[in-house]
């Protein structure tokens, strides 16, 4: 049994020598500006949340990430099993968090209680014309020009030094579950896809993916949900007339199913917009994969060098 058990992603934390040129970025990419001062820069999407994306001044890397759990009594729960304190959360929304450090040194904030943002509205959608359904008569298709629309943080990616060691840590003190297991042999596997364990309630295929990397740890990728299809090319023809840096994209992986495109912000970290993901139940248990279902693709280009962290 794990201490307790989260709900989803809350956010992504990074260090940067100049919030305008992040802010840059991640307005290109199809954030919003939350809070900002001359220290630090919280980015929001269109959902609820108060923000996904937060940046200190300093020497430019990756500080940690959020994960939101159901309540302050799990905090407490959380906060007298690992000797740690409850903190007020000093950010957009408030609420209060327990922080932690993974066996890696990655800093894990444990939200709860943060006051949601109103969602910010899409227009409305058109109808799609495929070679079944004709919903869109007499009707033109128009999605406009800009950046994407960012939605909401969907997972974050970490590289481990010791994959079995760090996902104990998770599954210990968080709950989660293994959605597909990444295996080179029988005896050996070096990863896993991990999902939230919300009971009946349908999540995201993984929140949260470890990864053992030969080269160290470190973060990997963060992962950004779009409205669509649509909103996700538009996102990617704004990057690219921007003269933003592309790094993988546009495809369809197999593990997650997502349609995903991937972008590095000044600093080299990498930024995934995805959308159309695979949602299951506690009960649809877990399955192990191999490293080629990893890197390939349904559709698309093949995984560069630099995917592997």
Known sequence: MSLIRIEDIAHVRFRAPDLGSMRAFLEDFGLTVAQ????????????PSPFIHVTEVGDAGFVGLGLRA????????????????????DAPGGGHVVRLT?????????????????PMVFEPRP??????TKGRLRRTRRIGQGPARVSRLGHGVLNVRDFRASEAWYKDRLGLITSDEIALSPEVSIGAFLRCDRGETPTDHHTLFLMQNPRGPGFNHAAFEVRDLDDLMRGHQHLKEGGRTQEWGVGRHILGSQVFDYWRDPWGHTLEHWTDGDLFTAADGSNVATI?????????PAAPPTMGG
């Not at 009594?73 to 007020?88: F, K, P, Q």
């Not at 109808?127 to 079944?132: F, K, S, V």
Request: aromatic residues 4%; hydrophobic residues 40%; negative net charge.
């Open 127 to 132: 109808a799609w014309n495929d070679a079944e």
């Open 36 to 47: 900002s001062d001359a220290n630090r820069l919280f980015m929001r999407g269109h959902g």
């Open 292 to 300: 080629q279902d990893l890197l390939a693709v349904q559709w698309g």
């Open 70 to 89: 159901a309540s302050l009594v799990d905090l407490d729960t959380l906060a007298r099993a690992e000797g740690a304190t409850i903190e007020a959360l």
């Open 102 to 118: 993974d066996p890696d040194g990655n800093r894990v904030e444990v939200v709860a209680g943060q006051s949601p943002s109103p």
